[in-house]
T-cell receptor, first 117, second 113 residues
Framework: AQSVAQPEDQVNVAEGNPLTVKCTYSVSGNPYLFWYVQYPNRGLQFLLK??????LVKGSYGFEAEFNKSQTSFHLKKPSALVSDSALYFC???????????????FGTGTQLKVEL | EPEVTQTPSHQVTQMGQEVILRCVPISNHLYFYWYRQILGQKVEFLVSFYNNEISEKSEIFDDQFSVERPDGSNFTLKIRSTKLEDSAMYFCASRTNRDNEQFFGPGTRLTVL
């Protein structure tokens, strides 16, 4: 069974400082990893994904994530946080790649990011 | 930019009533999903749908739940007899057959009283 863990319920960071939101995964086979962001009363917005290739993946709004196979981690990062980045962030893992009609996403519990002035 | 839409944005119903949540996936997408998020909890997979049939369903998706694609554009989730614990945000998602990125709708907040 696949799973992801987000060990921090909340991360607080000052605007302009770098931010990291942690995610570790457990999956048999190759991991396909995603980050989504959820703003209040909104749906889930795709940020970035890791399928294969470079371990550092760049995504929307200046976010990036680093895939680390030995540590089974996929931490989300941004060099300089903005107040508008404050939202709920979900890490997710996908079982398989285009292997039939299923391919459900399994989400972590989410991390609330709060960026303050 | 094309997007997944969902209606209604908020549905309030009495326990035991039937509800239908509606989604319009992105037009060239072939795979469709329902997820739900109970308040304060993580997003959970309910069901996936492809080629007019269910591909996979979770343990949550019991006989009270059903999905349908009644025409070329809509994708619906029906809960036959709602329970208090069905109160949640329900998200629809869709994707193409060439990419595993799932595009999510804004959600329908279901409140069962």
């Amino acid at each position: 069974a696949q799973s992801v863990a987000q060990p921090e319920d909340q991360v607080n960071v000052a605007e302009g400082n770098p931010l990291t939101v942690k995610c570790t995964y457990s999956v048999s086979g190759n991991p396909y990893l995603f980050w989504y962001v959820q703003y209040p009363n909104r749906g889930l917005q795709f940020l970035l994904k890791y399928i294969t290739g470079d371990n550092l993946v760049k995504g929307s709004y200046g976010f990036e994530a680093e895939f680390n196979k030995s540590q089974t981690s996929f931490h989300l990062k941004k060099p300089s946080a903005l107040v508008s980045d404050s939202a709920l962030y979900f890490c997710a893992v996908l079982r398989g790649w285009l292997t039939g009609g299923g391919n459900k996403l399994t989400f972590g519990t989410g991390t609330q990011l709060k960026v303050e002035l | 930019e094309p997007e997944v839409t969902q209606t209604p944005s908020h549905q309030v119903t009495q326990m035991g009533q039937e509800v239908i949540l509606r989604c319009v996936p992105i037009s060239n997408h072939l795979y469709f999903y329902w997820y739900r998020q109970i308040l304060g909890q993580k997003v959970e997979f309910l069901v996936s749908f492809y080629n007019n049939e269910i591909s996979e369903k979770s343990e949550i998706f019991d006989d009270q739940f059903s999905v349908e694609r009644p025409d070329g554009s809509n994708f619906t989730l029906k809960i036959r007899s709602t329970k208090l614990e069905d109160s949640a945000m329900y998200f629809c998602a869709s994707r193409t057959n060439r990419d595993n990125e799932q595009f999510f709708g804004p959600g329908t907040r279901l409140t069962v009283l």
